[in-house]
């Protein structure tokens, strides 16, 4: 994917999670927890220290907990 096609995903992403509601700003961290998630996977394409991996899903764990 190059920049402009991330750069309009990130977008379109954002406007999708944006409720304008209390729950605005936990969708929106979602949604940079996804694009984290999914930028490992693509750069290191699963050759990465499972730690990582873990670590962010943990904290979209959290996020949903808030």
Request: aromatic share 8%; glycine share 2%.
């Amino acid at each position: 994917m190059n920049v402009k096609e991330k750069a309009q995903r990130l977008l379109n992403s954002m406007y999708e999670a944006s409720c304008k509601s209390k729950d605005h700003n936990k969708a929106c961290a979602i949604v940079a927890v996804n694009e984290i998630l999914e930028t490992i996977n693509e750069t290191f394409h699963g050759f990465l220290d499972a730690d990582l991996v873990a670590y962010w899903h943990n904290v979209k764990t959290e996020i949903n907990k808030l």
